[in-house]
């Protein structure tokens, strides 16, 4: 299946197109929390689509400013972005109640292998109660808070790289997997706690067929809550990349990529793992 292209339009009433995929305000953490699962849809959409996952009938389109954006339907009848939709929604679940720490999104050819991986997705998030009086930007002992319209300017800046990165990657191959692992903070979840769609995972070591270079695609950030994407892909798919000097890679890893928080930290190393994993179509 070839990938998906990324499609522009010339801007008419960005205001409008922004409050048709996020909030207009984020003035409470209800408002935050939708604005988090709404960026988060829109990522792991665009992901899918611009690498050619998923066909095209199982989008609809959005636009933001002059992007036309991709977001996955809950009615598609393709069976692997269905699965994906759910899983977001365990996702979503685990969000709500403050658990979430991580999503590692995992793409191999090997179904029996799923830590075997040829490129991933780390969605990080972190939490505050604290609201609009969270310090958010320091310079020199200044402290600022996060605004609308600097939340804004980071949420369309992160979509724009993450479609230039997705779009200047070389071709997966036919058949690939794609596999969700969900990482929480131990000290508040419930020992317990799964997810719907999810079940007790165990934390294996993830493998890079070949070399993995990483690249630290953006941050969004609110008053209650932070989210930060990361990508890594196998070096010989970056080589567009590097020719035309289109982003700047944060490091090279030789197989093995870094740890998920919850084996940094020490502590239950509990996760969750998807049931089952979403198959790329071949065409």
């Not at 709500?96 to 991933?120: A, Q």
Request: hydrophobic share 35%; proline share 5%.
């Amino acid at each position: 299946m070839a990938a998906g292209k990324m499609c522009m339009r010339k801007t008419r009433g960005d205001t409008t197109e922004w409050m048709g995929l996020f909030e207009s305000d984020l003035k409470t953490q209800q408002q935050s929390l939708v604005f988090v699962k709404r960026m988060m849809a829109v990522a792991v959409s665009s992901i899918t689509y611009l690498r050619g996952i998923f066909p095209e009938d199982a989008y609809r389109s959005r636009y933001l400013e002059d992007l036309c954006v991709k977001v996955l339907r809950q009615d598609c009848e393709t069976p692997g972005a269905c699965k994906v939709v759910k899983w977001m929604m365990g996702c979503f679940d685990a969000l709500e109640k403050g658990y979430l720490e991580l999503v590692f999104i995992g793409v191999h050819t090997n179904p029996d292998e799923p830590d075997r991986i040829i490129e991933s997705y780390q969605f990080k998030f972190k939490y505050t109660d604290k609201g609009p009086e969270m310090d958010i930007l320091r310079n020199k002992n200044v402290e600022m808070q996060v605004t609308m319209d600097d939340t804004k300017k980071a949420s369309v800046l992160l979509i724009r790289k993450l479609f230039l990165l997705m779009q200047n990657l070389g071709t997966l191959p036919n058949d690939v997997n794609l596999t969700m692992k969900l990482f929480y903070y131990d000290d508040i979840t419930p020992a317990g706690y799964e997810p719907p769609g999810f079940q007790e995972g165990v934390c294996e070591s993830l493998w890079f067929e070949g070399t993995a270079v990483h690249f630290r695609v953006g941050q969004v950030q609110t008053a209650f809550h932070s989210l930060n994407l990361r990508v890594a892909a196998e070096r010989s798919r970056t080589e567009k990349l590097h020719e035309g000097n289109h982003i700047r890679e944060s490091r090279v890893a030789s197989t093995e990529p870094p740890s998920p928080p919850s084996q940094r930290l020490g502590g239950s190393q509990r996760k969750s793992a998807n049931r089952n994993g979403a198959k790329k179509r071949r065409m």
